[in-house]
């Protein structure tokens, strides 16, 4: 098993920056990919960014070029966002594949409001 811990979220304004940080504890040799994901309220769960074991990424459309996914040498997966829009208002979940099973964490929620 894997746990997935979720922190960083809370009240920012437009334009603002917010760090999120996903921490994994458990089974976690063998994960081979960390993503984020967010859903909004009345919206599905959407990708946001993925970040392989090689440092591939991936980013949605509507991030790229404000967020950035990193892996830190502490094993914690990082989300930085960057010039914050009030659409960018979810609440962001952290997502493990590992063996072809997907983890999830609970979340954290980021508010982009003036």
């Known amino acids: 098993q894997v746990q997935l811990v979720e922190s960083g979220g809370g009240l920012v304004k437009p334009g603002g920056f917010r760090r999120l940080t996903c921490t994994a504890s458990?089974?976690?040799?063998?994960?081979?990919?960390i993503a984020w994901y967010r859903q909004a309220p009345g919206n599905q769960r959407e990708l946001v960014a993925s970040?392989?074991?090689?440092?591939?990424t991936n980013y949605a459309d509507s991030v790229k070029g404000r967020f950035t996914i990193s892996r830190g040498v502490d094993k914690n997966t990082y989300l930085q966002m960057n010039s914050l829009k009030p659409e960018d208002t979810a609440v962001y979940y952290c997502?493990?594949?590992?063996?072809?099973?997907?983890?999830w964490g609970k979340g954290t929620l980021v508010t982009v409001s003036s």
């Open positions: 997502n493990a594949g590992r063996y072809g099973t997907d983890y």
């Open positions: 458990g089974r976690v040799a063998g994960i081979d990919v």
């Open positions: 970040i392989t074991t090689n440092g591939d």
